[in-house]
């Protein structure tokens, strides 16, 4: 168990937390411990925890992307207009195309990261800029109402009537979610191209002496982070049943925030799938019942800045110093 | 004359190479393809847009000279305009006297001081990640200014504050003359002063700069509070411009200060990195964004543009060590 404990740290905590909070917020509201606002929870964050794990993908293998919501809002739109040109299409060809072209747009940045070898915050901060500012000079600000049926159709996958008659459901959103969740964990955990993915962020000189082709890792963790990127600007259109230009603008950040908040280190070779998950429901928990007690919208985000604030500063002390019992014998802190 | 040179470069750095090659990029390329760009126009409005985004940049310099970020400043300067607004509001609003307002620029220094100390105190003595305390700052500050403005904006204030944002003197606009002086503060600080040679020490390598007797705990401390005053004059002089407050103000120069930096030359992990090349950088941006005006295309295009600037100037650089590299292979 200490084990466990040990090597697992962030992740206990941060459910630790979790569960106090929803515990203060099922005595305190009468709405939050009930199935239909735990789904409304599953799906309001699915677009984030979409892009999170992501994210994780990339900071792991020691980089980090600012372009991705901007990627994703990109995608978003062609994809719109595509589907708006072929006419018809459905869920595999929508998944299919805004995949493809989120996959192309990471591939933009692993290739000036590793041809150039530009640092990758310049590389992402860089092509932000580009793909934000040619998306609105071209688009000119103007939103797509005009999706495609199948993309604005709700689908309801599970649906149960609670005791006061009002409906909990839970849409695609989460199972598009569920599905990129166990792919990202398959691939860090299962696969040796994620072991060789932690390897690399963790030191990447020794992984390239080690024989682990460096070209190919920022291929994957960009591509991998375009991919999600350009499945959660999918689902965010279905979500929202419009596409914005700058909808998801300034998203990135807070999804760092999260990400990071679950344990991933910004530098490389550290984090897990379910830490990220953990950090944006942490995130989506207290906004939720922030909501529920009627705070003003207006102090929302004030809190939840204080709480991160508070979380980074809790959780860099290290843990060890504060229970040295948990000390893994032989160990120095 | 050599002497001169050597002493001009040493006062400069080589940085200045990026920066410089592109202003003489931007010179002649609109210099030729628009007629107009070369007046006093587009010089005029060259001089007071780059002021707002120029003392974000050295806001956002110290950080980055230490092997940090901070995100947290263009909230930062928006909480310093509240502040500013505040006290003129409760004292007398439009008719608020001259004390008055230089009190309240006094006490947006101070809050702006106050929120990069807790980031500074956080990042030192927690060693967590400036990346993200500062971005958990960011999220804060602007959900207490979204709280207390509750998203309106505060509009109302003495006439003698508009010459700050749009009055010249000589035929300087005030707010260039506000930004040169902070540019030289900034400079001095970082080559003649004591904590400029720690922050270089810290950003090149903060263990070894620890053991060599460095109080790295304080210089970090001091580097986020100076940004956070800087923030506050940036806020002051945005107020001045736009002659209102509102929380969002100058949220899109957030990630254009860290390009600013970049372009100037500033290495991202902290350690090297110059103010002039930095000023050169902003001007550049700032004639390209005119000159794109001038040709007729928008604020967005420009945006477009200086990303392919940076990633052009990147991949100079990149070319520049390969060449050097590949020839000491050969010779």
């Known amino acids: 168990m200490p084990k466990l404990f040990h090597s697992h740290a962030t992740e206990i ?57 901007v990627a994703a809002s990109v995608v978003q739109y062609i994809a719109a207009l595509l589907l708006g040109q072929i006419g018809g299409g459905g869920w595999l060809s929508g998944l299919i195309i805004a995949g493809g072209l989120g996959i192309c747009l990471g591939a ?29 000079f071209f688009t000119r600000g103007v939103s797509i109402y005009d999706l495609p049926d199948w993309l604005t159709q709700r689908v309801v996958l599970f649906e149960r009537e609670a005791a006061d008659g009002s409906w909990a459901e839970l ?21 040796t191209i994620g072991r060789q993915l932690y390897a690399f962020g963790d030191n990447p000189e020794g992984a390239r002496r080690f024989g682990i082709n460096v070209g190919a890792m920022h291929f994957i963790a960009f591509g991998w982070l375009g991919l999600m ?83 980074i500063t809790v959780s860099s002390v290290r843990l060890e110093k504060l229970l040295p019992f948990m000390r893994a014998p032989g160990e120095r802190t | ?30 210099g030729l393809a628009a007629p107009r760009f070369l007046s006093n126009a587009t010089f005029g409005s060259v001089a007071f847009q780059l002021p707002e985004l120029g003392l974000l940049t050295l806001a956002m310099l110290l950080p980055i000279l230490t092997g940090g970020l901070n995100l947290a400043i263009t909230f930062t300067a928006n909480i310093a305009g509240l502040t500013v607004a505040w006290v003129l509001q409760n ?151 736009f002659n209102s407050v509102r929380v969002g103000h100058g949220e899109s120069y957030l990630l254009i200060t860290v390009l600013a930096c970049f372009l100037g030359g500033v290495n991202p992990f902290g350690g090297f990195g110059r103010v002039i090349p930095v000023f050169v950088a902003l001007v550049v941006l700032q004639l390209l964004s005119s000159g794109l005006n001038l040709m007729g295309a928008n604020q967005h295009l420009a945006t477009a543009v200086w990303g392919i600037l940076l990633l052009g100037v990147m991949i100079m650089r990149w070319l520049v060590s390969w060449l050097t590299l590949s020839n000491t292979y050969r010779g």
């Open chain 1, 13 to 69: 905590v941060l459910l630790a937390v979790i569960l106090l909070i929803s515990m203060v917020l099922s005595l305190v509201t009468d709405r939050f411990f009930s199935l239909g606002n735990a789904f409304d929870l599953l799906n309001t964050s699915s677009v984030n925890i979409i892009f999170a794990v992501g994210l994780l993908v990339v900071l792991i293998s020691g980089g980090i992307d600012i372009s991705f919501a």
């Open chain 1, 108 to 136: 933009i940045n692993a290739f000036l990261i590793h041809r150039f070898r530009i640092i990758s915050i310049v590389a992402t901060i860089a092509t932000f800029n580009i793909y934000f500012g040619l998306l609105m």
């Open chain 1, 171 to 191: 849409t695609l959103p989460v199972l598009i979610m569920v599905a990129c969740v166990m792919a990202t964990w398959t691939l860090v955990t299962r696969t």
């Open chain 1, 229 to 311: 990127a350009g499945i959660g600007g999918l689902v965010q259109a279905h979500y929202a049943q419009e596409v914005v230009p700058n909808a998801l603008y300034g998203r990135e950040l807070d999804v760092l925030a999260a990400v990071v908040l679950g344990g991933a280190r910004l530098g490389g070779g550290k984090g897990t799938v379910f830490g990220c998950v953990l950090g944006v429901l942490l995130v989506s928990i207290t906004q939720n019942g922030l909501n529920l007690m009627n705070v003003s919208p207006f102090a929302f985000k004030m809190v939840i800045g204080a709480i991160i604030l508070l979380a």
């Open chain 2, 1 to 30: 004359m050599s002497s001169l040179m050597k002493r001009a470069g040493k006062l400069i750095g080589t940085e200045i190479i990026g920066p410089g090659l592109a202003f003489i990029a931007v010179m002649l390329f609109f």
């Open chain 2, 91 to 241: 004292h007398g609003g439009a008719d608020a006297s001259l004390l008055v307002f230089a009190a309240g620029c006094a006490l947006a220094v101070a809050a702006g001081a106050l929120s990069g100390t807790v980031m500074g105190l956080v990042i030192a003595y927690t060693r967590a990640h400036p990346i993200l305390v500062s971005l958990s700052m960011m999220i804060f500050l602007r959900g207490l200014g979204e709280f207390l403005t509750r998203g309106g904006d505060i509009s109302g204030f003495p006439s003698f504050i508009s010459p700050i944002g749009h009055g010249s003197i000589f035929g300087l606009p005030i707010p260039l003359l506000i930004f040169i002086a902070c540019v030289l503060l900034w400079h001095v600080l970082l080559m003649r002063l004591k904590l400029g040679f720690n922050i270089y020490m810290i950003g090149s390598n903060i263990e070894a700069a620890r053991y060599s007797g460095v109080n790295t705990r304080k210089v970090l401390v001091l580097v986020y509070t100076l940004s956070g005053a800087m923030c506050a004059v940036a806020g002051i002089i945005m107020m001045a411009r």
